[in-house]
């Protein structure tokens, strides 16, 4: 199954802002019949979010048809209007509303399973069934495992694993033929101090992946597994973030939003499967080969295995060491602090 932006029913979670919100930038921005429906939980950060897509693109066409002295075109654009109403899709929406739309939100909370299954049946009742789903929802509070409240763990499994689970099943039962695209993170090869109510959770779903792999041989199942970029969530994550958990991910320096966009969809295009987004993630892919991946969909796989077998015979044993002496030199420091 090839991997295109155009003639798509493209539904993205976690589209109300972040990376989610880019994605649908780009399908909306990009093509001219794709369809894209974006889900969260909070129906005002989507309706801003829809204004804030229609509002960019049209302004980014109107600087490439002025480059271009494509006169016609700049009063086509000038003549578009920016401040359409948002456009929920419910069990009331028109289909000639939906005929005469591009982009829609739907306000769900899919870590609750019967509101995921009734977004799926309003989907099927209003003819939108996607073709592609970006499970993008998630976000991590980085802190020690004993600061973390029992909220905070909840929320945690909630909106990393919850939400990719029950969306997963839906498509498995409604859309066997989609493609799915979950997003896990570099931290499922490498998971380490301050990421205790995160980066289980994308283990799961590198786990999941594998496993809707082997169950739905109609379905093309992608796993990405971004470097940290810059999103509404990561600023929030640097405000909680021990130095510790700042200092051993420092090889993972932050790209914007719209290059790890670009850098997916490019991937995707290509074919590949299991995504990274920067070298550090590549190379810690390659240390976590094995059984763990079930398919070899990623960039340059073979080499993968050989650098993986090395480097985990002769660089990991020192890496681990050098990495719990930092470990505990800084919970010592920690406690004379305290
Ligand atoms: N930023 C980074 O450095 C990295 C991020 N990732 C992963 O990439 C993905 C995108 O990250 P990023 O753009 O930073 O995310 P953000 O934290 O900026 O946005 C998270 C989105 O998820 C939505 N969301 C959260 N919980 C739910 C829920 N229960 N139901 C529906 N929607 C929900 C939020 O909307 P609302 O509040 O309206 O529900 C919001 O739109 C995430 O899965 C993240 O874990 C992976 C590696 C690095
Ligand atoms: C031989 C061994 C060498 C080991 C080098 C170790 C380098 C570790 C880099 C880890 C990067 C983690 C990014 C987390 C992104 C993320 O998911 C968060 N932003 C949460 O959203």
Known sequence: MQYILEDQIALITGGSQGLGKQFAQKYYQETINSKIIIVSRSEPK????VADIIMTST???????????????????????????????DEHTLHSTIADHRL??????????????????TLTMVNMLPTQVLSCAGGSTPKLFKDLSGAEL?????????????????VARNIPSCHLILFSSVTAFFPFIGYSQYA?????????????????PQARVSCVFPGNFQSEGFELEEVSKP?????????????SCEEC?????????MGYDDITTDFIGWFLMSLDMGLNKHNNNSFLWFLQVIVGALTNVIIVP?????????????????????
């Open 46 to 49: 989507l309706r801003s979010a």
């Open 59 to 89: 302004q980014r066409k109107k600087e490439e048809a002025a480059l271009q002295n494509d006169e016609q075109e700049v009063a086509l654009l000038a003549e578009t209007r920016t401040d359409i109403d948002p456009i929920i899709i």
């Open 104 to 121: 829609f939100y739907m306000p769900c909370d899919l870590s609750d399973y019967s509101a995921v299954a009734n977004m799926f049946q």
């Open 154 to 170: 909840e929320s945690g499994v909630r909106m990393n694993y919850l939400t990719a689970l029950y969306l997963s099943h839906q």
């Open 200 to 216: 289980p959770l994308k283990v799961s779903l590198k786990a999941l992946a594998g496993i809707l792999r082997h169950e739905l």
């Open 243 to 255: 130095d510790i958990t700042r200092s051993i991910e420092g090889p993972s320096y932050p790209i």
């Open 261 to 269: 966009c670009d850098k997916i969809v490019w991937w995707l295009e």
């Open 318 to 338: 020192i890496y681990m060491v050098i990495c719990s002496i930092q470990i505990s030199m800084w919970h010592r420091r920690q406690s004379h602090e305290e």
